[in-house]
């Protein structure tokens, strides 16, 4: 059994109520980024017919252009497209791990109440990213049980892996002397007695900034700059803990970044509220600077590692994670995304390796 649960617009005006159709979405995103849309209705698969019936009803029902089209010149979003695309992405990415994350929690309770018994799950909870959610996705996908995967910061989710709340917790720390002085509060929560752990994926943390990089962002000095608005990770993941990190290091305030405190909770709302113009930079990875055509300037590598109780090292549901870590389907998936290196995915490390700083 699967529960997907998803966000449905719904628009009352003159006393009549409209469902925004997701094809609608679909089309304002694809014609952002093909610049034309015939080559956007072929994106999404509907026929030009359909995509002119579709915005011409819903310019008529809110009375503003969604798409500018010129000719010679393809076509871009009217500042009303633009924004209902941006409202979509920022919801999507705002909370959409959320609702994964209560859908993963009723599904399995649901399935306990038909089944009578606890049925064949493995909770994992780690820090949002696009590997872990790969390799859930391919477990799911191919594997004779169901991978429970939910989203928390990387010291929640390891405090979930010490209160017994998960089989295995998700977290990343950055590479080098970052790392080692992030170290104890890790080492807090895990120990090289009780847990393995096992490489997920190296990846690079940096500065994402709209296309052009209008306010010249070059590295995280530039956060202090008056005219910029900065939007930052929630307390206690792994991102924040490297940021503060950063910020000490160039001894950096955080009263002096204009929207320090402003907080979103996944790398996706991150991007998505630079994208929309909400905020001038935000800290995240390079896959998501990607995702929503931003510019992404490069700072820290870091690891993203499972921590497994070592009781659980015989488990034969571990032993299918670490296969499908080291499968040419992990490696695939993950190739297209820019600052990432699988080339450890799947092998045990140990704790010097990953929090000694060497």
Request: hydrophobic share 40%.
């Amino acid at each position: 059994m699967d529960i997907k649960i998803e966000f449905h617009w719904q628009l009352s005006h003159l006393g009549e109520q409209h469902d925004i159709d997701k094809v609608l979405f679909d089309m304002l995103e694809a014609v952002q980024t093909e610049g034309s849309l015939r080559k956007a209705t072929e994106k999404i698969q509907v026929s030009y017919r359909y995509a002119w019936g579709l915005l011409n009803k819903w310019e008529s029902v809110l009375g503003q252009p969604l798409v500018k089209l010129e000719r010679g010149r393809g076509a871009s979003l009217a500042p009303a497209g633009e924004k209902l695309m941006h409202g979509q992405r920022h919801l999507n990415a705002s909370f959409s791990p959320e609702l994964d994350n209560f859908s993963t929690q009723f599904k399995r309770e649901f399935e306990s109440l038909i089944n009578q018994d606890d049925t064949d799950g493995f909770n994992i909870f780690a820090s949002h990213g696009l590997a872990v959610g790969t390799l859930r996705d391919l477990i799911n996908q191919q594997s004779d049980f169901q991978l429970d995967l939910h989203f928390h910061g990387s010291l929640e989710s390891l405090r979930a892996l010490r209160n017994g709340d998960c089989h295995i917790a998700g977290f990343h720390i950055p590479v080098g002397e970052l790392g080692h002085r992030l170290s104890k509060d890790y080492l807090d929560l895990i120990n090289e007695d009780s847990h393995q752990l096992i490489y997920v994926v190296k990846r690079n943390q940096g500065l994402m900034v709209a296309n052009g990089n209008p306010k010249q962002v070059q590295d995280i000095h530039s956060l202090i700059q008056p005219d910029l608005t900065f939007i930052n990770r929630q307390a206690d993941s792994g991102t924040r803990l490297l940021l503060d990190q950063l910020l000490q290091a160039d001894n950096i305030q955080p009263a002096q970044i204009r929207g320090y405190s402003h907080e979103e909770f996944t790398h996706m709302a991150v991007a998505a509220m630079v994208a929309s113009g909400a905020a001038d930079v935000g800290f995240g990875i390079a896959p998501m600077a990607d995702k929503f055509n931003l510019e992404f300037i490069p700072l820290v590598w870091e690891h993203y590692c499972l921590a497994v109780p070592r009781q659980l090292m015989e488990d034969a549901r571990v032993g299918e994670i670490i296969a499908l870590l080291k499968s040419q389907q992990f490696h695939g998936k993950l190739a297209g995304f820019s600052g990432y290196n699988t080339e450890k995915s799947g092998a045990y490390i140990s704790f010097g390796e990953v929090f000694s700083g060497s």
